[in-house]
């Protein structure tokens, strides 16, 4: 399955450089609705997703098909609230984990008037974690931090890959607002006996131009 999503992502990459006269670039900023898949039940974890996107058109007998890549600064991670059994604390963590990602989509968009198009996109993905910490939290007060989560035997890989997708609207041929997600497809825990795959929903808002 690696090797599939592989291949794709490299076809995709070759495509995108064949025709830069149908390349069109520009900038995304939303939201990162986050529940890692595994062996653990989180709650959702909000995080900042930032960075730039491209679209290239791809030549075909269809009109409408395009290549979508970008470069994003991804905030992931998860919360956990449970209470002590002996004297009923609250405690909670928080876990973030901030990637950067490179998406390679391949799309379709469907004019619906001159300034009004539906769009949607499908691919793989590639991140590398960048920086991440551990909060924990008791009554509502922080107590501990944990900043260097990478390089414990029981921390987190840096790299993740998998695949996503996106659906939206795009009006006047510059501004975009799109609904994704993207599911891990590699366990980025160390950890033998435990599994931790990142998952995350994403509503964003972007400006072509």
């Known amino acids: 399955m690696k090797k599939i999503f592989t291949i794709i992502y490299l076809l ?3 495509s995108t450089f064949s025709y830069a006269q ?3 670039y520009g900038f995304t900023g939303g939201v990162n609705l986050s529940k890692p898949m595994g062996d653990i039940e989180p709650q959702c974890q909000a995080g ?3 960075g730039a996107k491209g679209e ?5 007998a269809i009109k409408g098909f395009y290549t979508e890549f970008g470069l994003h600064l991804s905030a992931k991670g998860y919360k956990m609230f449970y209470a ?16 950067l990602v490179v998406p390679v989509h391949i799309g379709y968009k469907i004019e619906c ?9 499908v691919g793989p993905y590639a991140g590398v974690a960048l920086w991440g910490k551990e909060k924990s939290y008791r009554n509502g007060k922080k107590f501990h931090t944990e900043s260097d989560i990478f390089s414990d035997k029981y921390g987190y890989k840096r790299f993740d890959w998998g695949c996503g997708f996106n659906v939206g609207v795009e009006y006047a041929k510059h501004f975009q607002l799109s609904f994704g997600a993207d599911w891990s497809l590699m366990n980025v825990s160390k950890a033998n006996d435990y599994t931790y795959k990142n998952r995350s929903f994403t509503f964003s808002l972007g400006y072509i131009l």
């Open 56 to 60: 290239l058109g791809i030549p075909s």
């Open 113 to 121: 008037s001159k300034s009004v198009s539906l769009f949607a996109n």
């Open 84 to 99: 002590t059994p002996v004297n009923g604390d609250e405690r909670h963590y928080t876990e973030n984990l901030n990637y």
């Open 48 to 50: 900042l997703l930032l």
């Open 22 to 24: 149908n390349f069109r």
């Open 12 to 14: 995709c990459m070759v």
